[in-house]
């Protein structure tokens, strides 16, 4: 029998990942969706759930892309400082992303900067997008992929605001973000929302909320209250699917902070779509892996 | 309920007959159309070669896959419209294009052209790609490939294709200006008790 060596391995593996999430939603957003679809009480909304529905169903059966709009692909790592390809690991997320371009087939979104050319492969300068985090000493990695479209990374932005707006001047700007931009970004809304100390801490750490299953709550307890208060205030301006108007605006409210600067206070808001195509998955040194988003699922 | 269908090309009498939220059908041909598309026709003044008149137009970027003496459809959603409001007025009465296909609202300036032009905008729902492509018969051409896979015009047969929502009716009623209001009114009421909540909760500490 033939044996790939390790890195092709890994890059295999991850190609059939990229692939996977692009059909099939991550099981946190499936449920939320679920919950929100039984709550529904207009007639058009009921109308958009049930496209919704029919939707995924049709992606998963046909093996196709559920939104068209697959993103620039972005990967986030979070990895042990002893994983043993991590020299070769940008290589490897690169050559995943052009497998799973050709195989599921992705929509052709890398646009060269500068020239404004698309590169015809998905794959261009510093894209796929990679955050990297080393989170201990271990020799596993967990890779979280996102394919994010044009109309949800549209409403994303950050502010820096004097200490004196202080709270209040950040809700301000996360109600005003949400209800100016996000009728076009697919409701019902993953609002992440990062309280950080300059524009791009505060972006991250909101891209970085957003991500965080939907379901779960800061372990801070007045970070939590924050969620659950904001996500209500939100919930009651009833967006509804597509921004049509209907019972509810979001899936959930995440928020992640830092401490910052006495004389700052940044804020940064990134909104996920409905369609809201993230996974994780694992792997340890011997190329192991477990898929945690998808339960069940196989590549 | 009967489906209500429209087939190309489309009569002002049908376009007459909508009313925002009404939801209706499309049979006949659809062609994809974006910020770039727009573009060239209006600030640039040139015609793709293919007849508008009294079609519909989608904005789209879809996924095509290459087949033997092809493409085939894998994937096709809206787009957000708004980005087309500086140019949809005039590109319908350009154009005779008489349904406008995308994702949100439109603005006051494409209202008035659906008013001047007997035109509607629809929404279809965003990111349920698969059920549009399933309901595309044919891809006939594609002109402007030069722009790329998401910008090219698409066109497309499509039988039966929807549901399409009437956000903007041919009497310039706006469905989503309308929610607008209303969605800016209750921002300010849920924003004012989330704030307060809030501000009180940070200064327990």
């Known amino acids: 029998m033939f044996v790939l060596d390790q890195k092709e391995m890994m890059t295999q593996t991850l190609g059939k990942f990229v692939d996977l999430v692009s059909k099939e939603l991550p099981d946190d957003v499936m449920a939320k969706l679920k919950e929100l679809r039984v ?18 169903d049709k992606a998963k059966k046909l093996s196709r892309p559920t939104c068209q709009d697959t993103g620039v692909i972005q990967y986030f790592v979070r990895t ?69 479209g044009g109309g949800c990374s549209l409403p994303g932005r950050s502010i820096v605001l004097p200490p004196l707006a202080g709270y209040e001047g950040a809700m301000q700007f996360v109600f005003d973000t949400v209800v100016n931009w996000g009728i076009n970004a697919c409701p019902p809304l993953i609002v992440g929302i990062g309280i950080g100390t300059c524009s791009n801490s505060s972006a991250l750490l909101s891209k970085k909320a957003m991500l965080r299953p939907v379901g779960t709550h800061n372990p801070h307890p007045k970070a939590a209250e924050m969620e659950r208060t904001i996500e209500k205030g939100l919930n009651d301006i009833g967006l509804g699917p597509q921004g049509i108007s209907g019972k509810n605006s979001v ?49 | 309920m009967m489906k209500k269908i429209l087939t190309t090309p489309i009569s002002d009498e049908a376009i007459k007959s909508l009313k925002v939220g009404d939801i209706v059908y499309l049979s006949g041909t659809l062609v994809t159309c974006r910020d770039e598309g727009h573009r060239r026709i209006i600030a640039e003044g040139i015609m793709p070669k293919l007849p508008m008149d009294r079609i519909a137009i989608f904005h789209a970027g879809p996924i095509v896959k290459d087949v033997e003496g092809g493409w ?90 929807g549901p399409l929502i009437i956000s903007i009716d041919a009497e310039g009623n706006n469905l989503f200006e309308a929610n607008k209001v209303t969605f800016h009114e209750r921002k300010d009421e849920a924003l004012a008790k989330t704030s307060k909540h809030i501000v009180s909760m940070i200064a327990k500490s």
């Open chain 1, 39 to 56: 709550q529904e009480e207009q007639p058009l909304a009921k109308a958009i759930y049930d496209v919704m529905f029919e939707n995924m």
């Open chain 1, 80 to 148: 042990g400082a002893k994983f043993p390809y991590l020299g070769q690991l940008r290589e490897i997320l690169k050559e995943a992303t052009i497998l799973a371009t050709k195989s599921a087939p992705l929509r052709l979104n890398a646009v060269e900067v500068f020239d404004e050319v698309n590169t015809g492969t998905n794959v261009g300068t510093d894209v796929p997008y990679i955050t990297w985090d080393i989170v201990d000493d271990s020799t596993n990695v967990e890779i979280e992929v996102y394919q994010a």
């Open chain 1, 251 to 299: 899936m959930a409210v995440h928020i992640e902070g830092m401490a910052h600067h006495p004389s700052v206070l940044g804020v940064g808001v990134t909104i996920g779509c409905w369609a809201n195509r993230h996974g994780v998955i694992r792997f340890d040194e011997h190329m192991n892996y477990e898929i945690v988003s998808h339960k069940g699922a196989t590549l």
């Open chain 2, 72 to 161: 085939e459809m894998v994937s096709i959603g809206p787009t957000t419209s708004m980005r087309m409001e500086r140019y949809e007025k005039e590109f319908l009465a350009k154009t005779g294009v008489k349904l406008v296909i995308g994702k949100g609202g439109m603005g006051a300036k494409t209202a008035e052209g659906c008013k001047e032009s007997t035109a509607v905008h629809a929404v279809f729902p965003g990111g349920c790609g698969v059920v549009a492509a399933e309901q595309v018969e044919k891809i006939e051409g594609k002109e402007w490939p030069e722009f790329g896979m998401p910008e090219a015009f698409w066109i497309l047969k499509v039988k039966e294709f």
